[in-house]
Structures are given as structure tokens and as C-alpha cells.
């Protein structure tokens, strides 16, 4: 190998991002002894959003050799979600589902964990590398990209294959110009970290809160309890909702001022919904509040001409479900396996054996994310009168078990679920 400005680099395989779906991606592939080269634009540890994991995902973690040094990492303890709205409660327990797999996992300080996943990745031999950032894409038999690092010496890396796991950054879908629409609207997030006091910590940590705003039934709270003795709140909205009414943009003014309105902002919507006001009203910051507009992505195909899209880079629906790292791990064990055949000369199909499987789960959580913000969802899970077997087959896919076709409502989801609505409509219903 040489490097420095103008050399090339081969690898067997380049791995764009190092979050979740990169890293056990590379691990899974240096297991089978290929060569792996990492490229992540920023240095580690960073923030990232995402940060109540699914049960589902963790078959994936512990397969590539990093459940250990999760579990030892001391993350918040998770067993299942907890739904609000007014005056109703409804929890989903994760150990009670119809799926057979992981039924517990955790919350997770995203910055934490993901370095925690790179570090196994890179203590398997991956050669992992921060503060580089993809110029250029050329496909085919031998793709090469062009790389640039943080003191701008440029690099060409010659692969076997690419595989694209740079979440929201999306390096391979801007650069091809692969993105389509995705058919949902257009929503934003403004979320924040807060000290929790002597309520908060005396409430159930294990399950992430799910509330339902009083008012308006197609905007909602998350609350995600974490391992320091703070909690994650976010509200998630269509972006007006979020955004100041006096019509100036938030861009447009000084950042001092953006940063005090958007606290505001948040805190004001907390104090609207009584549970999250009793337990956070008034309490300490512990990071500024943030915004992130318009998330959901999509693109007409999950692979190309030497590369493949992993997790967030091929699509991202809605946080409301929490599905973006079980998909991002879960995109890349089906990705590696597929990749792992064809790099020992097989014939493999990318859109029979990888688009298309991964499409169906990603289709499931769709499904359920589109009733969520029509209410139909909201119905099914408030129903006071949910035959148990049902309730354990909703509670898998809630658990991120999207892929089991055992499950009617994975395997033909939105009929199912407008069947099940229908039944909870019904005026005699609760």
C-alpha cells in the first residue's frame, strides 16, 4: 500500500461512516478476513440523534462481536415502551412478543455508543479513519473513491466494493444523485438533554415515553431516559408547528437568539403535556436544544454498480418508532452476507437478496409510522380491549422485529392494520 496526496489505496472493501450500520458492517467483514478501510468525515465521539435502541438490534451487535463492550459501557436498561395520551397509558412490554429474539436492549448516549461500536470494529482489524471525506465516486468492477483528510491530502481508494453507511450525511446518494421522494411528510424535531430531579428518577426508566400531544394528535413527545441521570426530550412536528409565527426564519437571526428561542420553544411544549410537565418543568439543560428538519429519505434502489446503501443513507422514515439503528444494523448484516459470497466469486442478485428483503421491514415500520400520525395506530394501541395475542404480535414489530413473516402484521401489514383499526373504531370499542 502507499498513501499520501495523489496515491491509491486497495482494499477489499471501503466502508463510508463509521456510525452503526458502518461499523458492524466492517466487523462483520473482517471476521471473514477481508480488508476494510473506514471513512468518517467527523471525529469521534460526536452527537447523533437516535438514542432508544430496539431489541431486534442487538442479534446484529452481539453477531459482530461487540455486545460485551456494549453491555459494559453501562447504558440505560430497556424492556419495552410506554405510550400516552390525555389520560390514557398503554405499555408495551418487549419480553412479550410473538417474535422469538432479544426482547431487552438499552438507551444509549448515541455519541458513546457509536464510539464503542468503531473502537470494536477498529479492534478487529479495521482500519478505521476519522476527518476524511469522500470527493468523488467512480463505479464498476473496481470502484474508487476520492478521499480528502482533515490536512487536505487527497487519496484515491481502489475497492473490491463500496458500501455506503454515512446516515444523514448520505455521500453516495447526493453524489449520484440517487434520492427520490419519500412519499411522507415532511416533519422536524426539536429535542434537547435535561437534568432529571427527584420525579424523573423515581419514574420508569426502563421504556421510552412515547406522548401524545393534547391538542393535536399528529404531533408527539419522546422521552428517553439515559444512564447519567438525564433524560432525552424531543417534540416532533410538521415544521411550522416548530418554527417562530412572526415571519422572520430562525436562520435569519443571530445564533444567541436561535439558540434562546428554540429552549423556549421546547419548554413551552413540555409544559403542555402534564405528565412531561410534572416530571421536567423547569429542569436544568444539559445540552442546547437542537432542530433537525427534514430527515426522511428514500432512493429508487438500495444498490448500484459496485456499491450498496446501508441504513439511513438508503432511507430513514420517522423517529417515532425508533427503527433507525435497528434497520442501519440490520442493513448491514444482510449487506455483508450477500457482499461476503460475491467477494469469494459467487453470482449473487443485490436487488433479490438485499434490496428487496431489507425493503419488507422497512416497508412494516412505514406502514405503522403512517397510521401513527393518521391516529389509526394511536386507536389500536389506546384500545382498552386488545386481545392478548395481537398485542404480543403489535409488541414484536414494536421491538423492531419487522422481518418475521410469521407476524400477519409484518407480512401484509397494512391491511392488517386497517383491519385492526376498523374493529377499534367501532362505537361500541373500550
Given at each position: 500500500?502507499?498513501?499520501?496526496?495523489?496515491?491509491?489505496?486497495?482494499?477489499?472493501?471501503?466502508?463510508?461512516?463509521?456510525?452503526?450500520a458502518?461499523?458492524?458492517?466492517?466487523?462483520?467483514?473482517?471476521?471473514?478476513?477481508?480488508?476494510?478501510?473506514?471513512?468518517?468525515?467527523?471525529?469521534?465521539?460526536?452527537?447523533?440523534?437516535?438514542e432508544?435502541?430496539?431489541?431486534?438490534?442487538m442479534?446484529?451487535?452481539?453477531?459482530?462481536?461487540?455486545?460485551?463492550?456494549?453491555?459494559?459501557?453501562?447504558?440505560?436498561?430497556?424492556?419495552?415502551?410506554?405510550?400516552?395520551?390525555?389520560?390514557?397509558?398503554?405499555?408495551?412490554?418487549?419480553?412479550?412478543?410473538?417474535?422469538?429474539?432479544?426482547?431487552?436492549?438499552?438507551?444509549?448516549?448515541?455519541?458513546?455508543?457509536?464510539n464503542?461500536?468503531?473502537?470494536?470494529?477498529?479492534?478487529?482489524?479495521?482500519?478505521?479513519?476519522f476527518?476524511?471525506?469522500?470527493?468523488?465516486?467512480?463505479?464498476?468492477?473496481?470502484?474508487?473513491?476520492?478521499?480528502?483528510?482533515?490536512?487536505?491530502?487527497?487519496?484515491?481508494?481502489?475497492?473490491?466494493?463500496?458500501?455506503?453507511?454515512?446516515?444523514?450525511?448520505?455521500?453516495l446518494?447526493?453524489?449520484?444523485?440517487?434520492?427520490?421522494?419519500?412519499?411522507?411528510?415532511?416533519?422536524?424535531?426539536?429535542?434537547?438533554?435535561?437534568?432529571?430531579?427527584?420525579?424523573?428518577?423515581?419514574?420508569?426508566?426502563?421504556?421510552?415515553?412515547?406522548?401524545?400531544?393534547?391538542?393535536?394528535?399528529?404531533?408527539?413527545?419522546?422521552?428517553?431516559?439515559?444512564?447519567?441521570?438525564?433524560?432525552?426530550?424531543?417534540?416532533?412536528?410538521?415544521?411550522?408547528?416548530?418554527?417562530?409565527?412572526?415571519?422572520?426564519?430562525?436562520?435569519?437571526?443571530?445564533?444567541?437568539?436561535q439558540?434562546?428561542?428554540?429552549?423556549?420553544?421546547?419548554?413551552?411544549?413540555?409544559?403542555?403535556?402534564?405528565?412531561?410537565?410534572?416530571?421536567?418543568?423547569?429542569?436544568?439543560?444539559?445540552?442546547?436544544?437542537?432542530?433537525?428538519?427534514?430527515?426522511?429519505?428514500?432512493v429508487?434502489?438500495?444498490?448500484?454498480?459496485?456499491?450498496?446503501?446501508?441504513?439511513?443513507?438508503?432511507?430513514?422514515?420517522?423517529?417515532?418508532?425508533?427503527?433507525g439503528?435497528?434497520?442501519?444494523?440490520?442493513?448491514?448484516?444482510?449487506?455483508?452476507?450477500?457482499?461476503?459470497?460475491?467477494?469469494?466469486?459467487?453470482?449473487?442478485?443485490?436487488?433479490?437478496?438485499?434490496?428487496?428483503?431489507l425493503?419488507?421491514?422497512i416497508?412494516?415500520?412505514?406502514?405503522?409510522?403512517?397510521?401513527?400520525?393518521?391516529?389509526?395506530?394511536?386507536?389500536?394501541?389506546?384500545?382498552?380491549?386488545?386481545?392478548?395475542?395481537?398485542?404480543?404480535?403489535?409488541s414484536?414489530?414494536?421491538?423492531?422485529?419487522?422481518?418475521?413473516?410469521?407476524?400477519?402484521?409484518?407480512?401484509?401489514?397494512?391491511?392488517?392494520?386497517?383491519?385492526?383499526?376498523?374493529?377499534?373504531?367501532?362505537?361500541?370499542?373500550?
Open positions: 500500500m502507499t498513501t499520501g496526496d495523489g496515491k491509491t489505496i486497495d482494499v477489499d472493501v471501503a466502508v463510508i461512516g463509521a456510525g452503526p458502518g461499523a458492524v458492517a466492517a466487523a462483520l467483514l473482517r471476521r471473514d478476513g477481508h480488508r476494510v478501510r473506514v471513512i468518517e468525515r467527523q471525529q469521534f465521539p460526536r452527537f447523533s440523534i437516535g432508544s435502541l430496539l431489541p431486534q438490534s442479534a446484529y451487535i452481539e453477531e459482530a462481536g461487540m455486545l460485551q463492550a456494549v453491555v459494559e459501557a453501562g447504558f440505560q436498561y430497556k424492556n419495552g415502551a410506554a405510550f400516552f395520551r390525555g389520560e390514557e397509558r398503554s405499555e408495551y412490554d418487549f419480553r412479550d412478543k410473538s417474535s422469538p429474539g432479544w426482547g431487552t436492549t438499552f438507551q444509549v448516549v448515541r455519541a458513546d455508543f457509536d464503542v461500536l468503531a473502537r470494536c470494529a477498529a479492534e478487529q482489524g479495521a482500519d478505521v479513519r476527518g476524511e471525506t469522500v470527493t468523488a465516486f467512480r463505479g464498476g468492477a473496481t470502484p474508487e473513491l476520492d478521499i480528502v483528510d482533515a490536512e487536505q491530502v487527497a487519496t484515491t481508494l481502489r475497492a473490491r466494493f463500496v458500501l455506503d453507511a454515512s446516515g444523514f450525511g448520505r455521500v446518494p447526493r453524489l449520484l444523485q440517487l434520492e427520490t421522494p419519500t412519499g411522507l411528510p415532511q416533519r422536524a424535531a426539536l429535542f434537547g438533554h435535561f437534568a432529571e430531579g427527584d420525579a424523573a428518577r423515581q419514574s420508569d426508566r426502563t421504556k421510552i415515553g412515547v406522548f401524545v400531544h393534547p391538542s393535536h394528535r399528529d404531533v408527539w413527545f419522546w422521552r428517553i431516559p439515559l444512564s447519567d441521570g438525564r433524560s432525552s426530550i424531543g417534540c416532533v412536528a410538521a415544521p411550522a408547528f416548530l418554527s417562530p409565527d412572526d415571519g422572520l426564519p430562525l436562520s435569519a437571526r443571530p445564533e444567541s437568539e439558540d434562546a428561542w428554540r429552549e423556549a420553544r421546547l419548554r413551552a411544549l413540555i409544559a403542555e403535556e402534564p405528565l412531561l410537565a410534572r416530571l421536567f418543568d423547569g429542569a436544568p439543560l444539559r445540552m442546547p436544544v437542537r432542530t433537525l428538519t427534514g430527515y426522511s429519505a428514500n429508487a434502489s438500495l444498490h448500484g454498480d459496485g456499491y450498496a446503501l446501508l441504513g439511513n443513507a438508503g432511507e430513514f422514515l420517522d423517529p417515532v418508532f425508533s427503527s439503528v435497528t434497520i442501519a444494523v440490520r442493513s448491514a448484516h444482510q449487506a455483508t452476507q450477500v457482499l461476503k459470497r460475491q467477494l469469494r466469486g459467487e453470482a449473487v442478485d443485490w436487488q433479490r437478496e438485499y434490496d428487496a428483503p425493503r419488507k421491514g416497508d412494516t415500520f412505514r406502514a405503522f409510522v403512517e397510521r401513527w400520525y393518521s391516529g389509526e395506530l394511536q386507536d389500536i394501541i389506546f384500545y382498552k380491549a386488545q386481545t392478548p395475542m395481537i398485542r404480543r404480535m403489535i414484536a414489530v414494536l421491538a423492531g422485529y419487522a422481518w418475521d413473516e410469521s407476524n400477519p402484521y409484518v407480512k401484509d401489514p397494512v391491511r392488517r392494520l386497517n383491519a385492526l383499526h376498523a374493529v377499534c373504531a367501532l362505537p361500541t370499542a373500550g
